[in-house]
């Protein structure tokens, strides 16, 4: 892939980067986050690769990274998230198992979620003490605001009772999986992503080594309430966002109906694949293909052209689409605000599920 040398030039003192996409079901954008983790590892020392998923389960995908256990395909099911049940997701984690082999503990790469939601194992975890909290196991963000003077208390209160540390860890999850459950929806985005940001600050105490941090490009970039924008506050230029973004093709996602006339919603929708044809003229998707039509990362710290410095619109999808509409689903975004870099590649193909 062109311009991965300037990028790995640009990571000088860097100790996070956000690995975006636009889709959460493209397997190209999965196959180069792969391809770009092993740079990270193998190049520049990173030993964490943190996930927009479940902060409960992952340490089962930890360990059958670091010392085999479990099953591969189990443990990524585990994470509860449907976008990372995937052969690219897969081939990812088996990497970082064989990378793992033969290591002294202090030398592996390990395995990290972010994500409070699918706390199931936090609650398990406490048994009887955890069962008045058994409905945040599956609860979505803003699901149960009638909830919050039950729900806050009692995981307050499994908290204050944590002393060990794997104890004050699932309790921590827990206090934050009940405040999103419990907002309102409208809250949910800016606290999610606080929380997202609050998790990869604990990994990153007592190490030198970075992160290789994997979510959407709405959280990675550094704008408004994203997590990549509080990790700029905090962190400042040793956080890199790495924004993808592709031409054409097709990409895995839920279908939804677009606005208020659908009809009533009584489980999830079934996961499709939705294809979309070439970047309408004027968008950041268009502007790179013409500028470079293969496959290519492009390192906007050091380049000085002013179109990184204007407005133009990009596609983002996540994983939910409205059906019908997704294809002219575009927002403004100032490329060189949002991003310290870009990947582009031509041709997006679905995911491979599990």
């Known amino acids: ?40 590892v193998v190049e520049h020392g990173f030993r964490t690769v943190a996930m927009e998923a479940s902060a409960s389960a992952a340490p089962a995908v930890d360990a059958y990274v670091r010392r085999g256990e479990g099953e591969g395909a189990a443990v990524l099911a585990g994470l509860g998230f449907w976008t990372w049940r995937t052969r690219e997701v897969l081939d990812m984690i088996e990497w970082m198992r064989a990378y793992n082999r033969g290591r002294p503990a202090d030398d592996q790469v390990g395995f990290a979620g972010i994500d409070p939601q699918r706390c199931g194992a936090s609650v398990a975890y406490f048994g009887e003490r955890g069962r008045g909290l058994s409905v945040l196991a599956e609860a979505h963000p803003g699901q149960h605001p009638e909830l919050r003077d039950v729900l806050m208390p009692a995981a307050e209160a499994v908290a ?7 104890a004050v860890r699932h309790a921590r999850i827990l206090v934050r999986a009940a405040d999103l459950v419990t907002r309102e929806r409208s809250e949910v985005y800016a606290a999610r992503d606080g929380y997202m940001a609050d998790a990869v600050d604990e990994l990153l105490p007592g190490t030198d080594a970075g992160v290789a941090l994997w979510a959407h490009n709405g959280h990675v970039a550094t704008v408004g309430a994203a997590l990549g924008a509080h990790l700029r506050e905090r962190y400042g230029s040793a956080y890199y966002a790495l924004g993808l973004v592709f ?28 294809r979309i044809g070439p970047a309408p003229e004027g968008t950041l998707e268009a502007f790179l293909a013409a500028r470079d039509p293969g ?19 990009t596609r983002t999808h996540g994983a939910y689409v409205s059906r ?16 310290d870099g870009l990947a582009y590649v031509p041709v997006s193909t679905p995911s491979q599920p599990l």
Not at 324 to 334: A, E, I
Request: proline fraction near 8%.
């Open 324 to 339: 019908w509409v997704y294809r002219r689903n575009l927002t403004p975004t100032v490329p060189a605000e949002a991003y």
């Open 160 to 166: 204050a009772g944590a002393t060990e540390p794997e």
């Open 1 to 40: 892939m062109d311009g991965l040398r300037e990028f790995g030039a640009a990571l000088a003192g860097v100790r996070v980067v956000g690995l975006g996409e636009s889709t959460h079901g493209t397997a190209e954008f999965f196959r180069l986050k792969h391809r770009l983790i092993e740079f990270l």
């Open 295 to 313: 496959a290519h990362v492009l390192d906007l710290r050091s380049t000085g052209e002013p179109w990184a410095r204007e407005t133009l619109m």
């Open 247 to 274: 031409g054409q093709g097709a990409f895995r996602a839920r279908r939804r109906w677009p606005g208020p006339w659908g009809p009533p919603v009584r489980r999830p929708s079934r996961v499709a694949v939705n």
